[in-house]
């Protein structure tokens, strides 16, 4: 109950009967039945004290009490719907800033075709990259960052939302001309035997970096060199004999650039889902929304 014993509900209740002076059309207006209408009246008489409308012939016609409360019940009503109304998003004239958790993999892959759309629909929206790091899903959950891109394998979902962007294989990079390729590959023992340069951008988000690049089956045994730059990564196989495990879609745009042979995995490699993570409280967020269907727009593309 509200202000003296009125139910704040019947407010919408007297707003369309005052609107309409007559109960059924009041009752059709709110989709409610014509004896719930006439209950709601009733209610409102007592708790205002007033008759509010009166049988005068066949109409019913307004005291100068609900007279004087029409205009401000109406103008209540407004100012409580554009309270609650959610603002609508409108990419073209926006200004808000997303940022965004990835590692320069998909700045390389993804962000180029995510410009173009921002160009050509949100030219005043701002995307900021952040380094992938063990912090970035509590900066997410907290709200200092919008999303992530990486391996569903590499982020732990539980509590997360999350959304497949596109798959990833993965292949043997090494520089051309490396000793250790025969037919077009590298073999498992040359492989193991050979020095290696591994993405690494930290601690983990799941305690497993092997998770991101290759299975533990695969793993070096003389990694020689970890970094957190897919781009330094190719140049550093590129100019030594180190070999590396990378997305193909990575490996394809630095093969000449670095000077790479780009090989077939030398034992079977899983294929990795990358995916768009978010934190569940932005979900039904409207920019937030829109800007996940641009990620997810880019992605077909590429």
């Not at 207006?29 to 009166?54: F, H, M, P, W, Y």
């Not at 070096?220 to 070999?243: D, H, Q, R, W």
Request: aromatic share 4%.
């Amino acid at each position: 109950m509200g202000l003296n014993g009125l139910d704040l509900n019947l407010l919408v209740v007297l707003d369309a009967l005052l609107r309409e002076q007559n109960v059924t059309r009041a009752a059709v207006q709110l989709n409610i039945t014509q004896s719930a209408a006439s209950s709601a009246l009733k209610r409102l008489r007592t708790a205002l004290g007033d008759e509010l409308l009166v049988l005068v012939g066949r109409q019913m016609q307004m005291t100068p009490r609900a007279e004087a409360l029409k205009p401000k019940i109406a103008a209540l009503i407004a100012q409580i719907e554009r309270t609650v109304a959610r603002d609508a998003f409108d990419p073209a004239v926006a200004t808000d800033r997303f940022m965004l958790g990835t590692a320069d993999y998909a700045a390389f892959v993804l962000m180029p075709a995510i410009l173009k759309i921002l160009e050509r629909d949100a030219p005043h929206v701002r995307l900021e990259l952040v380094d992938l790091t063990e912090h970035c899903v509590g900066d997410m959950l907290a709200g200092k960052l919008d999303a992530i891109i990486a391996p569903r394998s590499y982020v732990p979902v539980e509590g997360l939302r999350a959304r497949t962007l596109f798959q990833e294989e993965l292949v043997c990079i090494a520089a051309r001309g490396h000793p250790a390729i025969v037919d077009g590959r590298i073999g498992p023992q040359a492989f193991k035997a050979a020095a290696h340069v591994r993405y690494q951008p930290g601690p983990t988000l799941d305690g497993d970096q092997n998770s991101l690049l290759q299975p533990r089956r695969q793993t070096a045994s003389s990694t020689v060199l970890t970094c957190s730059s897919f781009a330094a990564l190719t140049f550093m196989v590129g100019e030594t004999s180190a070999l590396a495990m990378v997305q193909e879609r990575l490996a394809r745009r630095f093969e000449d650039l670095a000077g790479l042979e780009v090989l077939p995995p030398p034992t079977p490699a899983a294929t990795l889902d990358i995916a768009l993570f978010w934190a569940p409280n932005r979900n039904s967020d409207d920019a937030h929304a829109w800007f996940r269907e641009v990620v997810a727009l880019a992605a077909k593309g590429i």
